[in-house]
């Protein structure tokens, strides 16, 4: 079992900067990728952005170039650092983990979300 605690959210100004955290906890030592995703109100998940435990990063175009994913094996901790924020990027924020296990199968994990609020 894989358990994955975020934290970092909050309310910013448009152009402001946030950087979200994701501790991995459990079985983690055969988590493949490691990625964001989030979801606005009336609005279905989408990805954000993903890093690979080679460290070969990918990133959805509305953030590319304002947003970075990174990560601190050390601490089994995964970070999105958000820079020139929108308030189009009012979202809540979830870690995914995809781990795979003795079948060959792929198991996913979310953490509890963040809130990201851009506003005035």
């Known amino acids: 079992q894989v358990q994955l605690v975020e934290s970092g959210g909050g309310l910013v100004q448009p152009g402001g900067s946030l950087r979200l955290s994701c501790a991995a906890s459990?079985?983690?030592?055969?988590?493949?990728?490691m990625g964001w995703y989030r979801q606005a109100p009336g609005k279905q998940r989408e990805l954000v952005a993903t890093i690979t435990s080679s460290g070969s990063t990918d990133y959805a175009i509305s953030v590319k170039g304002r947003f970075t994913i990174s990560r601190d094996n050390a601490k089994n901790t995964v970070y999105l650092q958000m820079n020139s924020l929108k308030p189009e990027d009012t979202a809540v924020y979830y870690c995914?983990?995809?781990?795979?296990?003795?079948?060959?199968?792929?198991?996913?994990?979310w953490g509890q979300g963040t809130q990201v609020t851009v506003s005035s």
């Open positions: 459990g079985s983690i030592f055969s988590i493949n990728v």
């Open positions: 995914n983990a995809e781990r795979s296990v003795l079948s060959g199968a792929t198991r996913y994990y």
